[in-house]
């Protein structure tokens, strides 16, 4: 009888030592797979762009009007730009005049020009510089764009500052509002909602969409990369789309896009734009 006790007894320490040494393996596997957890969210942390996040609730800080507005015509002078149905130079100074001419009659702007006149020729670099020497709150660079003879590409798109950079932020949000009102006066949005980055890999363009958040050490445009405040290019239409030409890059074309402008820059500061 005492030696069946003693047999009971140790099966029962060997199941209560089974039981403990289960609990403590799986304690262990619980506590590996929550470090496994914490070293996976520390390095998704560190992977995401600060400046990129939220941007969808992102609001500027705007201060006080009147506002400084800088308009940059690009090309001029000996520089042509893209050729077509009409040619870049003509269309993005014509659409230059169309914007300064809103925002001169508007008291919430001070309107800003990056060069003298549009037939002396200017680098961006030079007109980025002249755009500085007067303190500046916000930039658009107008633009034309071309493709291929027998192409069908039309279409708006705008190039703000790319991540990592200090206004990027506020280039994107701008680069929205004019996407935006472009969308509304009857534009197509080219790639993911009319908004891309450029890089520059040494002679070669790169052009990628706007979902690429990732902070990269190529310049961009020079004129966005140099002036030192949120800056946008745009791209208004094709200048080789007969249609695209009719609809913002004619007379009346121009004048079109650049109320589209004028509307996006009064989103951008939330102020009430004049009426047409």
């Keep these: 009888m005492a030696k069946h006790a003693v047999h009971r007894k140790k099966k029962r320490s060997h199941s209560a030592f089974s039981f403990r040494h289960a609990l403590v393996l799986c304690l262990c596997v619980i506590a590996v797979c929550?470090?496994?957890y914490l070293c996976h969210e520390a390095f998704t942390i560190g992977q995401r762009n600060p400046s990129t996040e939220s941007e969808d609730d992102f609001r500027p800080t705007i201060g006080?009007?009147?506002?400084?507005?800088?308009?940059?015509?690009?090309?001029?002078?000996s520089?042509?730009?893209?050729?077509?149905?009409?040619?870049?130079?003509?269309?993005?100074a014509a659409t230059a005049e169309a914007l300064l001419a809103w925002l001169e009659q508007d008291p919430n702007f001070i309107p800003l020009r990056t060069r003298e006149n549009y037939?002396?020729?200017?680098?961006?670099?030079?007109?980025?510089?002249?755009?500085?020497?007067l303190s500046p709150d916000l930039l658009l660079s107008i633009h034309g764009n071309s493709a291929p003879e027998g192409s069908t590409a039309s279409g708006f798109e705008c190039y703000p500052t790319v991540p990592g950079r200090t206004w990027h932020r506020e280039s994107y949000y701008f680069a929205k509002q004019l996407a935006s009102a472009m969308r509304s006066a009857g534009a197509s949005l080219r790639g993911r909602g009319g908004i891309r980055y450029i890089y520059y890999m040494g002679e070669t363009k790169q052009l990628?969409?706007?979902?690429?958040?990732?902070?990269?050490?190529?310049?961009?445009?020079?004129?966005?990369?140099?002036v030192n405040c949120p800056a946008v290019l745009a791209e208004q239409c094709f200048v080789t789309s007969e249609a695209d030409v009719t609809q913002f890059g004619s007379e009346?074309?121009?004048?079109?896009?650049?109320?589209?402008?004028?509307e996006a820059i009064c989103a951008y500061f939330e102020t009430t734009p004049l009426p047409e």
């Excluded at 042509?80 to 269309?91: C, I, L, N, S, W």
């Excluded at 037939?119 to 020497?133: L, V």
């Design 252 to 262: 009346d074309g121009c004048q079109r896009t650049a109320r589209a402008y004028y």
């Design 119 to 133: 037939d002396t020729t200017a680098k961006p670099s030079e007109r980025a510089a002249a755009a500085n020497a």
């Design 64 to 77: 006080e009007p009147p506002y400084r507005i800088a308009v940059d015509a690009g090309h001029g002078g």
């Design 208 to 226: 990628v969409e706007s979902s690429h958040t990732e902070v990269r050490e190529e310049r961009s445009f020079t004129i966005l990369e140099d």
């Design 79 to 92: 520089d042509p730009g893209a050729r077509g149905v009409v040619e870049e130079k003509e269309m993005t």
């Design 34 to 36: 929550f470090g496994l």
